[in-house]
């Protein structure tokens, strides 16, 4: 037997679909238990238990993700690159066959599912609180980085066309904007309006650079925020980067500036009004002293040069995805309720803002970081 606690109105699917679904995989049937499981807004995650052992099923959305087999044989590749490397330390959570023998499952719905194993006695944290916790950041995205380099940027396929494609974002954003009546002049709107407007020319600074080839593609996470980080839950070092759908070839500057934009501001995604916005220059500097150590043999002047940029540019392209999001109609990211998609564009536009006054400071703190030691 299986017990499941399944959020009806989020999932929309029965207990028994979801064991069924599990069951289809190499697991000892039969499940026992399944439940909701972390915070993703794209994919649907559930914990399941089975034998003794937990596992993590994910639906992958098809409406982001266009060819979702393409997710797990870059994972594979990833896996094979961590297990020629040991001495990295790297952790890749398994991913576990169908019965078939497939990677994945598609459902007679047409979505597909896969089933890894969860990786025990490890936590994510809810905020960086010291700065052991910080370094750690910073060793585990420069070891992935490092990990990364021996595989050329096209040896693995692209996952998501056009992710961290900023003027992609900014040209979506300006043609929402024509469609929505009103949308320029609504008071609800309008500051967050405004202020992607006035940055326009921010969005083009790394896509720029890339084509005019000063800065290389290489092999990237893309979505480093701090959920994505599992820390050994006894000894506190990170473990493992996680959720690894949008593994795939992009700059390595969106993954500093992704992480930092995430790490470095205590009050989160979802502000509760108790911490302000800020982004904290000291846990800043310490991640990226962390990741120096790992990368600066190999990471290029000009890669070093544009990290300011990518901490400025990173808060505002999230801001400006939540945003269009907000106008056209919560289609990508989740909401628990309308409204939480423009609010959330709000803070991250509110960290470009402390960013911004911090322009010299954060300068000044990259080149520390990178100097010879
Ligand atoms: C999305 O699904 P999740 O929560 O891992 C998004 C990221 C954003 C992040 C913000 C494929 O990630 O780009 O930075 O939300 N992923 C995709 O929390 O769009
Ligand atoms: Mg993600």
């Not at 266009?66 to 690159?81: C, E, F, G, H, Y």
Request: net charge negative; charged share 25%; hydrophobic share 40%.
């Amino acid at each position: 037997m299986w017990r499941a606690e399944i959020d009806g109105a989020q999932q929309g699917r029965t207990q028994a679909s979801l064991g069924t679904i599990a069951e289809a995989f190499e697991i000892p049937a039969p499940v026992e238990a399944i439940a909701p499981y972390g915070r993703g807004l794209i994919n649907d995650t559930f914990r399941v238990e089975a034998g003794g052992t937990r596992y993590v099923l994910q639906r992958i959305n098809g409406a982001v993700f266009p060819d979702p087999l393409r997710i797990m044989s870059n994972i594979q590749a990833l896996d094979r690159q961590a297990r020629q490397h040991p001495d990295l330390g790297f952790q890749v959570p398994a991913l576990i066959a169908t019965r078939a023998g497939d990677v994945g499952l598609r459902a007679p719905d047409g979505n597909v599912w896969r089933l890894m194993t969860l990786i025990e006695d490890a936590v994510n944290l809810p905020r960086i609180e010291t700065p052991e916790q910080a370094r750690e950041v910073g060793r585990l995205l420069g070891r992935f980085h490092t990990l990364l380099q021996s595989l050329p940027a096209d040896a693995l396929g692209v996952t998501l066309p056009g992710f961290h494609d900023t003027p992609a974002y900014l040209a979506r954003f300006l043609s929402v904007l024509e469609r929505i009546e009103g949308a320029r002049t609504d008071p609800a709107v309008a500051t967050c309006v405004r202020f992607a407007i006035d940055r326009q020319a921010l969005a083009r600074r790394l896509a720029d650079a890339r084509n005019r080839g000063e800065i290389p593609v290489r092999v990237i996470h893309g979505d480093p925020k701090i959920d994505n980080i599992l820390f050994d839950r006894d000894s506190g070092r990170a473990l493992a980067l996680i959720d690894l759908d949008t593994l795939q070839p992009g700059l390595i500057l969106h993954d500093i500036g992704d992480c930092l934009r995430s790490c470095c501001n205590h009050s989160g995604e979802s502000a509760d009004g108790r911490t302000q916005v800020a982004f904290d220059l000291a846990v800043a500097e310490t991640i990226l002293h962390a990741y120096a150590e790992q990368t600066r043999d190999w990471l290029s002047p000009e890669e070093i040069a544009l990290i300011p940029e990518a901490i400025r540019l990173m808060p505002f392209e999230l801001g400006l995805r939540f945003l269009t999001d907000h106008l056209d109609g919560d289609r990508y990211f989740k909401v628990a309720e309308p409204g939480e998609n423009l609010r959330k564009a709000g803070i991250q536009f509110a960290l470009v803002t402390d960013i911004e006054g911090k322009a010299a400071d954060i300068k000044a703190m990259v080149s520390r970081c990178f100097q010879t030691p």
